[in-house]
């Protein structure tokens, strides 16, 4: 699944937005303590990282809601400490963000777990292999081994891709917010990147539970015309969802009879990572 730019346009944001609206989240006792600017700050970054062309000042005080001159000083700040960067009046995400996201992936545990699994999933297949953790109800890929053919389709380490399109995402959805999925869809209806994306509520829900009855997700060409992937979870010791193994390759060289055989090695190498990571029942 190449990275794909999110083209529907970013609607004015009043509040952190969640895509599974629902109820306070796991931070809420924490709110008290929140500096509004700071914030603001935060959201500025994750605004500038879905418009790689950059936005303006006006554009960033619209779209989040918040006044012009507090937009300026908070992209003025951050230009000093290199998080973001202007570019004929545009403010980009900034080079010190490389540091920090190459800092933040390094300290993942479950990346150093999964490192030679996926090595070993590409030797495999011959396919690049990805690892992806769910992040903001978005699926961040955090690890990529490349397939040794010289045409290779896939998304870089750092990569968010939406859950209902996506193989990893497609397994985060099915496996950790298929309780919110109703709620999700009505606030934020899918959207449909190519002719086979799934978008209807109804396709969608039966997605979700053919994903966990075979115990493995299909991006079908819904995220990229002529790429599919395969997804598979990994377990944590209590027995929760906590990353997926995903397998990316060219229709061409992963046609539709091909699937079973690739899911079944994508499976067997998310339950030696559930395995690492101390779940009993990886069998």
């Known amino acids: 699944m190449p990275p794909l730019s999110r083209q529907n346009p970013a609607p004015a944001i009043s ?3 969640s895509r599974y609206p629902g109820g306070p989240g796991p931070n809420a006792s ?20 879905g418009h790689p062309g950059g936005l303006k000042a006006s554009e960033i005080a619209r779209m989040l809601g918040i006044p012009v001159t507090t937009t300026m000083r908070i992209t003025a700040t951050l230009q000093i400490e290199g998080l973001v960067q202007k ?50 109800e978005r699926s961040l890929i955090i690890a990529v081994n ?72 299909v991006d079908n060409e819904e995220c990229h015309s002529g790429v599919r992937c395969v997804g598979a979870p990994i377990f944590s010791s209590n027995g929760k969802v906590v990353a997926a193994i995903g397998i990316t390759a060219a229709t061409v060289r992963m046609p539709e009879k091909r699937i079973p055989e690739v899911a079944a090695k994508v499976r067997a190498v998310a339950r030696e990572a559930s395995r690492l990571l101390g779940y009993s029942d990886a069998d």
């Open 146 to 217: 490349d397939s040794p053919h010289p045409l290779r389709v896939a998304s870089p380490a750092g990569f968010l891709a939406d859950l209902h399109c996506s193989a990893t995402g497609k397994i985060f959805l099915s496996y950790i917010y298929a309780d919110q999925f109703a709620r999700f869809h009505e606030a934020e209806p899918p959207y449909r990147h190519t002719a086979h994306t799934l978008t209807r509520r109804g396709d969608l829900e039966r997605e979700i539970e053919l994903t966990r009855r075979r115990g493995y997700s």
């Open 87 to 136: 570019n004929d009046g545009r403010y980009v995400l900034g080079p010190a963000l490389i540091h920090l996201g190459n800092a933040a992936l390094a300290g993942t545990d479950i990346r150093k777990l999964a490192l030679p699994l996926l090595e070993k999933l590409t030797l495999q297949t011959s396919e690049t292999s990805h690892l992806a953790i769910p992040c903001n």
């Open 30 to 49: 924490v709110e008290r303590y929140v500096i509004p600017n700071l914030r603001n700050a935060c959201r500025t970054l994750k605004l500038l990282r």
């Open 15 to 17: 509040a952190p937005a």
